[in-house]
């Protein structure tokens, strides 16, 4: 039993690991959701509410304005910019929503 509690934590911080290094993580939340059904819409809505610190009601225009794309979504929020200026800003910093908040400030 205390072997696989210690296997089942080693892969669960390297999954982590993984996906912070990929770009799926912003504000330790998992960003990369594919809203495609009612449950993933409202999961991505609370996602991006809590990430931006907005309403639920802000996260759903901004997910709607983003074609359902969560990390542009946050990025819309973040940078109060067009959808082709956060597409940019995401491009340049490889899909990380971070850097590309940080690239938007300088």
């Keep these: ?9 080693v892969l669960n911080m390297l999954s982590s690991g993984i996906m912070i290094r990929s770009g799926k993580v912003y504000q330790n939340l998992m960003i990369n959701v594919t809203p495609t059904n009612e449950k993933t819409q409202r999961r991505a809505k609370r996602i991006i509410a809590a990430a931006t610190q907005t309403s639920t009601l802000a996260a759903e225009r901004a997910l709607a304005r983003a074609d359902n794309n969560v990390p542009l979504a946050i990025l819309l929020i973040e940078t109060k910019g067009t959808i ?13 929503v971070s850097d590309a908040v940080k690239l938007s400030l300088q």
């Design 1 to 9: 039993m205390k072997a696989g509690t210690a296997q089942k934590m």
């Design 84 to 96: 082709a200026e956060a597409k940019k800003l995401l491009a340049q910093s490889g899909g990380h």
